[in-house]
């Protein structure tokens, strides 16, 4: 899926991308996140997890980690939610961590 934001800034590229990152094998879910043509949610957080509640328990916490990127504090995610994810999720959300705030 293509997302065309024509008036996106630095930073919510930044944090898309790392998102992108992570949800690689997921892609489903970013177009359930993001609107294709704006950098904005397709809803509010809130209205987003309620949404999600139906799907594994797996990606509503891939869910949670992205909402927490883009919007802090708005997905609620927990530390245990990310050490109980595979090796290979877990490092990714931490190297996404560290491409948005530290690369």
């Avoid at 970013?30 to 999600?52: C, D, G, I």
């Avoid at 802090?72 to 990714?92: A, C, E």
């Amino acid at each position: 899926m293509d997302f065309n934001w024509k008036h996106a800034d630095n930073y919510d590229l930044r944090v898309f991308n790392a998102i992108r990152r992570i949800l690689k094998g997921y892609e489903k879910l970013l177009v359930f996140l993001f609107h294709t043509t704006e950098a904005r949610l397709t809803s509010s957080p809130k209205h987003l997890l309620e949404q999600a509640r139906c799907i594994s328990s797996r990606e509503y916490i891939l869910i949670k980690v992205c909402l927490d990127l883009w919007d802090p504090h708005s997905g609620g995610t927990q530390l245990p939610d990310i050490v109980n994810l595979d090796r290979k999720l877990y490092l990714r959300i931490l190297q996404a961590i560290e491409y948005i705030y530290w690369s």
